[in-house]
């Protein structure tokens, strides 16, 4: 048996940073900035150290990184991240194997950044990188060289090690031209995908999935501006401008089974949907929301099973899942990894043995120095003193942190106004009035309290269930077995649609402790 731990978006902001010439004591970013954002920075170190500590106990020698290492790309954050992944190298063996994320860095040279952070008084500062260099996120060849002993480069004691390109491990080895849109203009990247055998009978795949496409007649690729953000692009990019790794992946499928070999994949960005097929309902009512442009279209499901790569993990969206795609007698997993620094914070150990793959999925809710933070925050100008400032422990805070997003993001800037309101002004008995679904014992719910919910089963999958008392979630599970087929763009008819895609979440595959089994591809746990 072996044993891997998978930790996704560890978003590493190293509030220990003192930034040149700024006149701080310190890189406390502001709650308003991370009121601001689907993650939390200050957290961020303890959080990943919980993680590492969680990986050490339970004896996994090998950890998957996958992607979005630091936020965001700035060298002092990835000289933070490298340090303590060197510390836990040293004091326990740890080896950790990364994949690029779109928060690691940007092209070929870099962008500037501009972040608010805390003087001691609390008051919010905002910091440029034009005034301070070192602020602004680094270009890929400056990060992959500060980062290249997560896997990037072989290690001794390697029983195999190889790049889409060969066995060079030059940086200067593996570059290809990528095309822009139009096909007229092309620049020289570097893919810093490989596979590496850390462990006898061990294929570790890391696909660089993050590809920066240049625009169409761009010049200048020292100008960030030369390029489409990495963000949104994901697998739909890689087939369209890194076609290569096709061939290559199906060319490492077959070798691993030939060879007897455990395959397991991992790249940034999901290559099935996560979101349990509930994405056209909801471009349906929500237009194209932050996660529903950002699941993989089936064209990507049916290239990337079509490989024979078997199992794939990914991180980027910060949502706990597990997906299937079947494919000619075989299948695809995706499992997709939550981030310790957004809601619900946990990562992954993962059992392989022989056609068995046991996968538990540990909460990282109890963080040592999940506070460190606080005081600052509540001295903060401006913000507001609310209820994630006293949390208890490291979970309560990213669930505080969720409905503060809910609140202030979600359904203000995401939903249809008529929705909104009627989420603001209405009780759950009004909902069940206004859906004709009569249900005996409801609890006595805002709709607050419904949408909330809605959002933390969407993030967390089976792991939302520390979060939602079970009554709410027995009642959620009737309520959606009891809404009528179809729908209108009526406000009844949305709500409708609302409730099909909890129905969807609730219905998920285990994503919580479960086993794969591969010959016969089934799913079992909870
Ligand atoms: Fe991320
Ligand atoms: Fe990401």
């Known amino acids: 048996m072996i044993r891997?731990?998978?930790?996704?978006?560890p978003h590493v902001h190293d509030c220990g940073w003192r930034p040149e010439g700024a006149g701080l004591d310190a890189a406390i970013r502001s709650f308003g900035d991370t009121l601001a954002s689907t993650r939390v920075f200050n957290e961020s170190i303890p959080a990943f150290r919980a993680a590492l500590d969680c990986a050490v106990a339970e004896g996994a020698k090998?950890?998957?990184?996958v992607g979005d290492l630091t936020d965001d790309g700035q060298a002092p954050n990835i000289a933070a991240a490298v340090a303590l992944i060197a510390e836990y190298r040293d004091r326990h063996g740890l080896r950790v194997l990364a994949t690029p994320g779109n928060h690691d860095f940007f092209a070929l040279h870099g962008r500037p950044q501009k972040k608010t952070f805390l003087t001691a008084d609390g008051t919010p500062q905002t910091l440029c990188s034009t005034d301070c260099p070192e602020a602004a996120t680094l270009g890929m060849d400056a990060a992959l060289r500060r980062m290249q002993h997560l896997g990037y480069r072989p290690e001794p004691g390697d029983m195999h090690w190889e790049s889409p390109f060969g066995t060079d491990p030059d940086f200067a080895a593996r570059t290809y031209l990528v095309p822009s849109p139009d096909g007229g203009t092309s620049c020289r990247m570097v893919d810093a995908s490989y596979l590496v055998e850390p462990v006898e009978g061990l294929w570790v795949l890391s696909i660089d999935s993050n590809v920066s496409v240049p625009r169409d007649n761009a010049q200048d690729f020292t100008d960030p501006a030369a390029f489409h953000d990495a963000t949104d692009g994901g697998w739909p990019t890689v087939l369209r401008h890194r076609a290569h790794l096709l061939p290559w992946m199906r060319d490492v499928a077959a070798?691993?089974?030939?060879g007897g070999k455990h395959l397991v994949a991992?790249?940034?960005?999901?290559?099935?949907?996560?979101?349990a097929g509930t994405g056209s309902d909801e471009l349906r009512i929500f237009g194209p929301t932050g996660l529903a442009r950002r699941t993989p279209p089936s064209v990507v499901a049916e290239a990337v099973a079509a490989t024979g790569v078997p199992l794939h993990f990914s991180g980027h969206l910060h949502v706990n899942d597990t997906a299937f795609h079947p494919y000619g007698g075989r299948g695809l997993f995706n499992i997709s990894v939550p981030s310790p620094v957004g809601f619900c914070p946990a990562m992954k150990i993962v059992d392989l043995d022989g056609?068995?793959?046991?996968?538990?999925?540990?909460?990282?809710?109890q963080v040592p120095g999940h506070d460190l933070a606080f005081a600052a925050y509540r001295a903060e100008a401006g913000a507001s003193v609310g209820p994630a400032m006293h949390a208890a422990d490291h979970g309560a805070f990213l669930d505080h942190h969720l409905v503060e997003l809910v609140r202030g993001r979600y359904v203000p800037r995401e939903w249809p106004a008529e929705m909104a309101e009627f989420v603001d002004n209405a009780r759950v008995d009004d909902l069940l009035a206004l859906l004709g679904?009569?249900?005996?014992?409801a609890p006595d719910l805002t709709m607050w309290q419904l949408v909330e919910d809605w959002y933390r089963l969407r993030k967390a999958g089976t792991l939302a269930e520390a979060y939602v008392a079970p009554e709410r979630l027995d009642f959620y599970r009737r309520l959606c077995e009891s809404i009528p087929p179809g729908s209108d763009n009526s406000l009844a008819g949305r709500f409708l649609v609302l409730l099909r895609i909890l129905r969807?979440?609730?219905?998920?595959?285990?994503n919580g402790d479960f086993t794969l089994d591969m010959r016969d591809l089934s799913v079992r746990g909870s």
């Open 255 to 258: 070798r691993a089974k030939a």
């Open 4 to 9: 891997i731990a998978v930790i996704a978006d």
């Open 355 to 365: 056609d068995r793959v046991t996968i538990r999925s540990l909460p990282l809710s």
């Open 504 to 510: 969807g979440y609730l219905g998920r595959l285990p």
């Open 437 to 441: 679904v009569p249900l005996a014992d």
């Open 62 to 65: 090998l950890v998957l990184l």
């Open 266 to 275: 991992f790249s940034h960005y999901p290559v099935l949907d996560v979101l």
